[in-house]
T-cell receptor, first 116, second 116 residues
């Protein structure tokens, strides 16, 4: 079985443009997460979804970031009106079970976004 | 809000030697989970070891072990018999028991180099 994959691996966007990052999780996994990883600051969770074929329910952060889950094992992170501060690596992760603290999350290789 | 601190941005160890990576955290919760993740240059994060806060016994996974000091809020990772493949970024992470996505907190990471 393939692991979590993300595309593209690298993305350069002009400030103000919208971008969409894709994540293909492991088949059968229930919960999908998106993290933003910045050098020296670690990773912060942006959003997660625990249902299939539904929009993300976390509501965090609000505004320019949103996630959609058009298929059970696919998630798309959309960033509207990108800002230079959005430059980071965006990691997708999934877990087999629901969003419980002890459930292992499997991470994708990340997408490095650079906003010019 | 919980915070995770890794005070060593970079560490190096000689092959076959032992190295300890430090991690401290701040929380007001009594029950939670702690993790160490490894992120090789390919960027895919892999779970190394997990500790439940209610367990007094330190977790061990082959050459990896932790020193969990709950009162001191310390969670260090010891790697014995270091191998070249251990070279990576290591992230310490905290997660609340209910595990809602917002409560997964990573430290800034420690880059470990293994010298032949």
């Amino acid at each position: 079985g393939a692991g979590v994959s993300q595309s593209p691996r690298y993305k350069v966007a002009k400030r103000g443009r919208d971008v969409a990052l894709r994540c293909d999780s492991i088949s059968g996994h229930v919960t999908l997460y998106w993290y933003r990883q910045t050098l020296g600051q670690g990773s912060e969770v942006l959003t997660y979804s625990q249902s299939d074929a539904q929009r993300d329910k976390s509501g965090r952060p609000s505004g320019r970031f949103s996630a959609e889950r058009p298929e059970r094992s696919v998630s798309t992170l959309k960033i509207q009106r990108t800002e230079q501060g959005d430059s980071a690596v965006y990691l997708c992760a999934s877990s087999f079970l629901g969003d419980r603290g002890h459930n292992e999350q499997f991470f994708g290789p990340g997408t490095r976004l650079t906003v010019l | 809000a919980q915070t995770v601190t890794q005070s060593q941005p970079e560490m190096s160890v000689q092959e076959a030697e032992t190295v300890t990576l430090s991690c401290t955290y701040d929380t007001s919760e009594s029950d939670y989970y702690l993790f160490w993740y490894k992120q090789p240059p390919s960027r895919q994060m892999i779970l190394v070891i997990r500790q439940e806060a209610y367990k007094q016994q330190n977790a061990t996974e082959n050459r990896f072990s932790v020193n969990f000091q709950k009162a001191a809020k310390s969670f260090s990772l010891k790697i014995s018999d270091s191998q070249l493949g251990d070279a990576a970024m290591y992230f310490c992470a905290y997660r609340s028991v209910p595990g809602y996505g917002q409560n997964f907190v990573f430290g800034p990471g420690t880059r470990l180099s293994v010298l032949p």
